[in-house]
């Protein structure tokens, strides 16, 4: 197995061929013209669909978690467990997107239309967590400590969204940067306490979805986008309930890899 430093390095060179990747399919989708039937969005959006997402992003993050044996949980391991994260979860959501939220709410709902656009808005907001959360975090930590992995874990996440300048220029902003790096920091600790990664990344991805509806910014309805996110999510969906069994706590029956304000009931 490498060392702590050759394992985070590894990470950072997954990470640097995902955002390369992302770059390129921003480049492709820029030469489009906005044209969503030119060919160079096809490229774009099969870049992003059949290659960075789905290897980068989740498979090969999740493979070598598995064996160099990292921390991870996905979902809470019991009742009163599932109760307190979601209470967790539920607060920092509507605390964080209180305005979107009221803005929403606001004006003219449709929830039909929200739920097609919330869909779509998870292949943005919830499959590169495998790669900042597990992978790079985890690596991270072994090498350098707690704090230094969420500080690394949340700079490179926000440095990541200067890839997409095309699909989100509004990310490559410096404000924009010092906001992702602080929610990426606020979603460390939420998930060391909650030990619930797939409801931490719903959360997010609900801030995102509401802040983009609250704008007046709609994923278009059922279309490559939506039928994408739902093969992608839906197989790390069911990945992550057949693995918890296999490894959730496997890898941390010293507990020293997660805050204890929650007490664990393995």
């Known amino acids: 197995m490498p060392s702590p430093r050759n394992q985070t390095l590894i990470g950072l ?9 992302i770059l390129v399919a ?3 989708a820029s030469l489009s013209g906005g044209d969503d039937t030119s060919p160079y969005m096809a490229i774009s959006g099969s870049l992003l669909a059949f290659v960075a997402i789905p290897v980068f992003s989740i498979a090969i993050p999740l493979w070598l978690a598995r064996r160099w044996q990292l921390a991870y949980a996905w979902w809470p391991d019991s009742a009163r467990s599932w109760l307190t994260a979601i209470v967790w979860v539920g607060a ?4 964080a997107n209180f305005y979107a939220l009221q803005a929403l709410w606001s004006g003219p709902f449709d929830v039909t239309r929200f739920s097609i656009h919330f869909v779509s808005a998870m292949l943005f907001h919830v499959p590169y967590y495998p790669l900042f959360a597990i992978l790079i975090f985890r690596t991270s930590e072994r090498w350098l400590g707690l704090p230094a992995a969420i500080g690394i874990a949340a700079l490179l996440f926000a440095l990541y969204h200067l890839t997409q300048y095309y699909f989100f220029p509004t990310g490559t902003q410096l404000p924009w940067l010092i906001a992702l790096f602080a929610i990426f920091v606020a979603d460390m600790l939420l998930y060391l ?3 619930s990664l797939g409801l931490v990344a719903l959360g997010h991805c609900v801030g995102g979805a509401v802040g983009m509806a609250s704008a007046g910014t709609y994923f278009p309805g059922m279309d490559f986008v939506f039928f994408v996110t739902i093969v ?18 496997a890898a941390d029956e010293s507990g ?9 009931e393995r």
């Open 193 to 195: 306490i909650t030990r």
């Open 256 to 264: 020293t890899v997660w805050l204890r304000l929650v007490p664990s």
């Open 232 to 249: 992608i999510i839906g197989a790390l969906l069911v990945w992550s309930i057949l693995d918890r069994k296999r490894h959730d706590g």
């Open 92 to 95: 920092y959501v509507f605390i």
């Open 26 to 28: 921003n480049w492709f």
């Open 13 to 21: 060179g997954v990470f640097a061929s995902y955002c390369l990747l």
